[in-house]
């Protein structure tokens, strides 16, 4: 994974509540064994029409936003099967981070698992995020893992959010479980070294 401490990037706003996985990325586009190529069917249903055809009026398919890091979804984002995939489909589309004020547990470890930060803010803030927006399609958030703050630019407005500790860890350092682990073998090795009851049982 890469590493991830701070970035900036317009927000793309997804006032939509309760979207689940299957909404994120329909269960006929399942069947592939890698995390290549799930992000061009990211929304798929919500992106084209029944021809195969961008529909104008979805956010993802207004160049503006073209090249966003940052998802801005209603609250109860990712609710519904526990499909990897979903977060497969977001970050293999481009997106680094997702904000919103509740996640389903299963969607949260599985994003954190893949590189992609959920960030839950308070339902007030993820309001004035929405509606800053409308205002302005150009509007910046800024999120720092290491601080564990969300800020929207230009308007003095930031919150903190919550991230587990090891999750952080791997985040800032680009660590997937096995990395994490090689990265305390020292550590290990000398805990089994020094281990009163490893010695007993051995």
């Known amino acids: 994974m890469e590493k991830f401490t701070t970035i900036v990037s317009k927000a793309v706003p997804l006032p939509i509540e309760e979207v689940d ?84 547990d299963i969607f949260r470890n599985n994003s954190l ?4 930060l959920p960030v839950q803010v308070s339902q007030e803030f993820l309001n004035a995020i929405f509606e800053k927006a409308k205002a302005d399609n150009n509007l910046e958030l800024k999120v720092d893992l290491v601080a564990q703050t969300i800020e929207i630019v230009g308007h003095n407005m930031s919150e903190g959010f919550e991230i587990n500790n090891y999750k952080k860890t791997c985040m800032i350092n680009g660590y997937d479980d096995i990395d994490y682990l090689l990265s305390i073998k020292d550590k290990i090795e000398h805990y089994e070294k020094t281990s009163k009851y490893l010695s007993i049982v051995s």
């Open 21 to 104: 996985t299957d909404q994120i990325i329909p269960a006929r586009f399942l069947k592939a064994t890698t995390k290549d190529g799930f992000g061009n069917n990211l929304f798929r249903d919500w992106r084209y029409d029944d021809k195969d055809q961008p529909k104008a009026d979805f956010i993802l398919n207004d160049a503006h936003y073209k090249g966003s890091k940052i998802l801005v979804a209603g609250k109860n984002f990712g609710c519904g099967s526990s499909r990897e995939h979903a977060a497969w489909a977001l970050t293999d589309y481009g997106f680094k981070v997702v904000v919103s004020s509740f996640f389903a």
């Open 113 to 116: 698992n893949n590189g992609l």
